[in-house]
């Protein structure tokens, strides 16, 4: 029999109380089941990065036991920066394998929300910029989650691109823009991919919370794509019962205590009794809850057992983590160092010896251990180098409150986070700027005496971070200070930035000959970090994203608006329209620091004998890429196709494919890129190359 109709002809032997168990949160990550028909509750847990720890059924405060350290994947970004769909689904098939054995039915991942601002805090959750470089990275995601037994739980649908007033937040956006650029990735994750569930956004979209949204879950959602799978909302995202139960939303979690007063438990149990609200709106949801578990093989038939922390998904998340570091500059090739000739190196920065997976907000994990970059560099070298370690800056020092998780606050406003960020700000030590000095004053004494030296900064969790929106691109805790005053000392330190968005650097570019972006790279970022500087290892991260000299050069903030005014309606227009990152960029040639695609290697690359022929639903594009150097690598090889007389309306290009092609030295081979949407109404430009502003190989087409 169809999963459908055995699921209605379960509903049909449930009560009205049975059913509204299975729809809303029973404890803070799981829903009510039914043990008279043995139907199980359903089981969820964060984690893009890895799943989240254990916390108590009915309170923000973890349980503490040994058995929930994971394995700590690198974030999103990192995984975008490889440009490997092959290990985008090997990250996704340990993620849910990882689940599963921790005994969950749905992990609340991937998160593909474009990356519209810089500021945005969750950005290190999200893949890129760029629609198609999203999807064809989060979709193969989501088939390696579900090759597990578990659900993924695509987010957060839709326009959940800032997390300032996240909640009330009303987005204005064009109907162009938000089928080109805020869709494509929903709609190839859940309906080409088909993952089982989606979850909504905080905000709202032209009016209408999303997770009460007919438009968007109805129309857009339900008729028009035809998704079959599970709609939960975002943990307090739901505000009225009527709304919610008569919408397409199947589950309302939260982060609340009171799970019998969420608005689609007893408040709506009341309405049906009343005859306010039909209870085949309710049947509905618990049918689509059914068939997701009959999916997942939690009602009967053999279910995969899963695992977590074994040997290979910790080797995968090496593998990714190594192809995402991203050489940004190489001037004078100092890289790689010789782990041979380093007798003396001096490493300076917190962020060397920082550990980033237990922050973040959701995002947040125990990990089974983490390998800092300092100790990735002592172990790749061992002891007979002299590695010498300075903090070279320092945090703000805010006293944490407790640990009792975030989330009990997470509801409240902007008004009552600024006055407890001001509350914070006022217990920072007066002698702060004082401490600061002085690491420094040190860093650069030491820099003086060591041939190398290697700085390692950038952000931490206190930016990128849910909840959270940067105000600017800066650097926090004077670390500009710092590089200019090492560089200008020891011109030939190399430096490395971690985070999960870009940072201002044109205070000390110019100064820098040799600079690397490392992301949060999981519980082996270290290690990858290491390989990379020393040669072992090389690089072949691209950016997924463009890398701003400043955020007012984003068009979020230079010609829409980010976050919007704090009027009574809480409105952000989107008057960028489909203009976002490089597109906007390219379009009105504003200057990036490092544009969309960018990363270097340890040898050269050359492209050749490009050609292109016209098949179904696009253009197969072929060229020759040849490794002109002496070591083996990897080449992200990029399409964009340009219209050669474009509306006002249209970018400069697009990405449309792009295929990684691993060379040994002098080797060559023909590359097939298959470019998607080219439809063949107007003359183009295909444009391939390393970058999208290293345009190696062009060929035009007229429209057919």
Known sequence: MDYREKAKELVQQMTLEEKIGMIHGEQLFQTAGVPRLEIPPLKMSDGPMGVRHEFEPAQW??????????????????????????????????????????????????????????LCGRNFEYFSEDPYLTKELAAPFVEG???????????????????TNRLIVDVEIEEKALRDIYLPAFYDTLIKAKSHSVMGAYNKIRGEHCCQSKYLLEDILRKEWGYDGVVISDWGAVHDTELAANSQLDIEMSVTYDFDQYFMAEPLREKIEKGEIAEEQVDEKVINILVLMMRL???????????????????RALETAR??????????????????????????????????????????IKALYEITPLMGIKTLLGGNTQVHYVKGYCRDEASKESDVNWQEDSLKGEAEKEEDSQKSASKISKGLAEKRKCLRDEAVVLAKEYEQVILIGGLNHEQD???????????????????????????????????????????????????????????????????????????????????????????????????????????????????????????FEVEPEFCFGH????????????????????????????????????????????????????????LRGFEKVELEPQEAKEVCIFAENVTGEKDIEIRIGSSSRDIRQVVKLAKW
């Open 145 to 163: 989650v579900q090759s597990c037994d578990v659900a993924a739980c695509v987010k957060h649908f839709a326009l959940n691109n800032q997390e």
């Open 599 to 654: 990363g270097l290697s340890y040898t050269e690359f050359s492209y050749g004998n490009a050609r292109a022929e016209r098949v179904e639903n696009g253009v197969n594009v072929f060229c020759t890429i040849t490794n002109e150097g002496t070591r083996k690598g990897a080449e992200s090889a990029q399409v964009y196709v340009t219209p050669l007389h474009k509306s006002k309306d249209e970018p400069f290009q697009e």
């Open 61 to 118: 405060k973890t349980i503490g036991y040994s058995d929930d350290y994971v394995t700590y994947l690198p974030c999103n970004s990192a995984l975008a920066a490889t440009w490997n769909r092959r290990l985008a689904y090997e990250m996704g098939e340990v993620l849910g394998e990882e689940a599963r054995g921790r005994g969950k039915d749905v992990i609340l991942a991937p998160g593909i929300n474009i990356k519209r601002s810089p």
């Open 297 to 315: 093989h939690m009602l009967g038939g053999e279910r995969k057992a899963g695992a977590y922390n074994t040997p290979i998904h910790r080797q």
């Open 465 to 587: 971070s849910e909840g959270n929106d940067r105000s600017d691109m800066k650097l926090p805790y004077e670390q500009d200070l710092l590089i200019q005053e090492v560089l200008k000392t020891n011109p030939d330190t190399t430096v490395v930035m971690t985070g999960g968005s870009p940072v201002e650097m044109g205070e000390w570019l110019s100064m820098a000959h040799t600079l690397v972006w490392g992301w949060y790279g999981g519980m082996e970022g270290g290690t990858a970090l290491a390989e990379v500087l020393f040669g072992r290892v090389n690089p072949s991260g691209k950016l997924p994203e463009t890398f701003y000299k400043k955020h007012t050069d984003c068009s979020a903030h230079a010609l829409g608006e980010f976050p919007g005014e704090e009027k009574g309606d809480y409105k952000v227009h989107y008057k960028e329209s489909i203009f976002v990152g490089y597109r906007y960029n390219d379009t």
């Open 323 to 364: 192809e995402s570091v991203v050489l940004l500059k190489n001037e004078k090739k100092r890289l790689p160092l010789k782990a041979e000739n380093v007798r003396k190196l001096l490493v300076i920065g917190e962020n060397a010896e920082c550990i980033h997976s237990n922050g973040g907000g959701s995002a947040e």
